[in-house]
């Protein structure tokens, strides 16, 4: 399964931006989507993630600024982040697993990344 990310850019402290992250593939059904994210120089970290049946867990540094949702008609998964910090700073990661046909294997995929600058 391959996933494609986008909405990444600049953007102003205060700003707002909206990822996006597409599954692409023989899916068959979806656990849990999420995203993650890396800072230079520190180790890829949990933002969100959501399950097949809605239910959202958030990062502390994020909760109440970043909403995480999807669409499983579309096998996409979004992340509206608000009031970004220049501490957001990271290539953010999305992240789906879950099982393909034809045989129910298990998959488990990230995506290749997108760049959130927030500038101060």
């Known amino acids: 399964v391959q996933l494609q990310a986008s909405g990444g850019g600049l953007v102003q402290s205060g700003g707002s931006l909206r990822l996006s992250c597409a599954a692409d593939?023989?899916?068959?059904?979806?656990?849990?989507m999420g995203w993650y994210r890396q800072a230079p120089g520190k180790q890829r970290e949990l933002v969100a993630t959501?399950?097949?049946?809605?239910?959202?867990n958030y990062a502390d540094f994020v909760r109440g600024r970043f909403t995480i949702s999807r669409d499983l008609a579309k096998n996409t998964v979004y992340l509206q982040m608000n009031s970004l910090r220049p501490e957001d700073t990271a290539v953010y990661y999305c992240?789906?697993?879950?099982?393909?046909?034809?045989?129910?294997?298990?998959?488990?995929?990230w995506g290749q990344g997108t760049l959130v600058t927030v500038s101060s």
């Open positions: 593939g023989p899916i068959f059904s979806i656990n849990a």
């Open positions: 959501i399950t097949s049946d809605g239910f959202t």
């Open positions: 992240n789906v697993d879950g099982h393909i046909y034809p045989k129910y294997r298990a998959f488990d995929s």
